[in-house]
Nanobody
Framework: QVQLVESGGGLVQPGGSLRLSCAAS????????MGWYCQAPGKQRELVAV???????NYADSVKGRFTISRDDAKNTVALQMNSLKAEDTAVYYC????????????????WGQGTQVTVSS
């Protein structure tokens, strides 16, 4: 009922930048928290950054000062600007959203995108 589609991943050299975008579509009544998680090979999925409906943000310590999360509620999108990328940022990045759908008002459901690969390597 809700789809999240990520874009913007790829290969970048250390110190470079990438911008990830995620668009939510479907039977959306409202979106609360949106965010990005990442999963490196052999590791658990972990939080990168989240932003709530009021614009409050929370970042993993490892990305503070380098990554910036933003959202456009008119377009149901969330973006992650990643600067000063390091090899350890290499992972699959997943978009996340807490959504109230039109057919179940008053109940939040969590949705995930399919993931986009970010590889930081020289």
């Amino acid at each position: 009922q809700v789809q999240l589609v990520e874009s913007g991943g790829g290969l970048v050299q250390p110190g470079g930048s990438l911008r990830l975008s995620c668009a939510a579509s479907g039977n959306i009544l409202s979106i609360y928290t949106m965010g990005w998680y990442c999963q490196a090979p052999g590791k658990q999925r972990e939080l990168v950054a989240v932003i709530n409906s009021g614009g409050r943000t929370n970042y993993a310590d490892s990305v503070k000062g380098r990554f910036t999360i933003s959202r456009d509620d008119a377009k149901n999108t969330v973006a992650l600007q990643m600067n000063s990328l390091k090899a350890e940022d290499t992972a699959v990045y997943y978009c996340y959203a807490d959504v109230v759908i039109t057919t179940r008002p008053g109940t939040e459901f969590s949705y995930w995108g399919q993931g986009t690969q970010v590889t930081v390597s020289s």
